[in-house]
Every structure is written in structure tokens, then in C-alpha cells.
């Protein structure tokens, strides 16, 4: 089974503290995502990495950076956390197949709070 | 431009009634994949089912079953003699590159 798993599920922060979200996966995908989930914009991608040290920019990386040290590791950074990042950040993982990236696998989420 | 619609925002139900969710998608492209995925309250997507654009054949899974028809641009999931236990929202998504664009989701409320 695949397995994603995200360092957090419940996660408060005060403003303009440096936030760092953790995923991990077992299945040695090569490509990895961040999105996050809000209510009545459904999941907007944030960062997506095809490789180690490879990162591109979804539809909304404007407040985050990510880095991909290991290829089951990808973290999403807040570098300076502001309340309109408050929301729900689901990472996925996949594999790299004929050209395309493959079916995603979803960790649990992580519902960030920040005061 | 691709886009996914899910017309329906919310869907309740009384247990063991049969319940369809609607999804239509807009793209250009020739090859793509379409997908379902399930989020309960817990909060993990949960993959369901992948097809991809050449296959139009249906397929069922136990009480779920998926209609893909690429006249209509259309992949519509229906779930039979649902369960309280299937009560989620319910995402239908695109990919050509491997790129997920999501619809809103539909919430099913299956009530006992």
C-alpha cells in the first residue's frame, strides 16, 4: 500500500512565524505536490518537485517555498506565516510514468491555523 | 483551457438509495486521464478510480461504478444501495500532464 504520511495533522501558528510542513512517502515516487484545500475554492496546487532539488511553481506559490533534500521528503515552507494561510495542506506523491506523471496518493492533511 | 464541473454541491440521501454524481470536463487535449477520489471527514483524498482517455468501457467496483463517455465529455460515478459509511465529498479531476485540476466537489450525505 501507498503510503503518505504529513508531520502534522492540527497545526497552530502566530503570525510571521516561519512555518514548516513535513511530507513523507514510502513508495520512491519521483514526483511530489503540496496543495491546499479551502472552502468554495476547492484544492489549488501550490508546489509540485519531479526530482531531488526540483521544484516548479502550481497556481498559487506566492508565501511558500518548498525543498526537496530526499526524494521521499518535500517540505512546504511558510516563511512568514500570515492568517490568509490559514487552510487545510494536502501533500501527494506519484509516479513518473511514459511522460506523465501517474495517479496521486494523498496523505491525511495537515489544517494549519494561524492567529 | 481545462476545467472540471461538478455540478452538484450536495446530495443527501437515505441509506440504501442509489445516488449518481455528475462530472463533466473541458479540455483540448486528445490523451488525458480522468479520476475520482474520495474525502471523508477524516480529511486523506482517497483514490478511487483512473481512466484514461482512450478507454470508454465502464467499470464497476463492488456498489460503485463509473460511466465515461467522451461525446458528453462526461464521468459520472454512481454509487448503489449506498451507505451511511460512503457519506464524503466526492472529487472528479483531470490530468494530461499529471497536473490535477480538481472540480469543487459534490458532498453526499447518506443518512440511516
Known amino acids: 500500500d501507498v503510503k503518505v504520511t504529513q508531520s502534522s495533522r492540527y497545526l497552530v501558528k502566530r503570525t510571521g512565524e516561519k512555518v514548516f510542513l513535513e511530507c513523507v512517502q514510502d513508495?520512491?515516487?519521483?514526483?511530489m505536490f503540496w496543495y491546499r484545500q479551502d472552502p468554495g475554492l476547492g484544492l489549488r496546487l501550490i508546489y509540485f518537485?519531479?526530482?531531488?532539488?526540483?521544484?516548479e511553481k502550481g497556481d498559487i506559490p506566492e508565501g511558500y517555498s518548498v525543498s526537496r533534500e530526499k526524494k521521499e521528503r518535500f517540505s512546504l515552507i511558510l516563511e512568514s506565516a500570515s492568517t490568509n494561510q490559514t487552510s487545510m495542506y494536502l501533500c501527494?506523491?506519484?509516479?513518473?510514468?511514459?511522460?506523465?506523471?501517474?495517479?496521486?496518493?494523498f496523505g491525511p492533511g495537515t489544517r494549519l491555523t494561524v492567529l | 483551457a481545462q476545467k472540471v464541473t461538478q455540478a452538484q454541491t450536495e446530495i443527501s440521501v437515505v441509506e440504501k438509495e442509489d445516488v449518481t454524481l455528475d462530472c463533466v470536463y473541458e479540455t483540448r487535449d486528445t490523451t488525458y486521464y480522468l479520476f475520482w477520489y474520495k474525502q471523508p471527514p477524516s480529511g486523506e483524498l482517497v483514490f478511487l478510480i483512473r481512466?484514461?482517455?482512450?478507454?470508454?468501457q465502464n467499470e464497476i467496483s463492488g456498489r460503485y461504478s463509473w460511466n465515461f463517455q467522451k461525446s458528453t465529455s462526461s464521468f459520472n460515478f454512481t454509487i448503489t444501495a449506498s451507505q451511511v459509511v460512503d457519506s464524503a465529498v466526492y472529487f472528479c479531476a483531470l490530468s494530461n500532464t499529471g497536473k490535477l485540476i480538481f472540480g469543487q466537489g459534490t458532498t453526499l450525505q447518506v443518512k440511516p
Open positions: 501527494a506523491s506519484s509516479f513518473w510514468t511514459s511522460g506523465r506523471a501517474d495517479t496521486q496518493y
Open positions: 481512466r484514461n482517455s482512450f478507454d470508454e
Open positions: 518537485s519531479y526530482d531531488v532539488k526540483m521544484k
Open positions: 513508495m520512491d515516487h519521483e514526483n
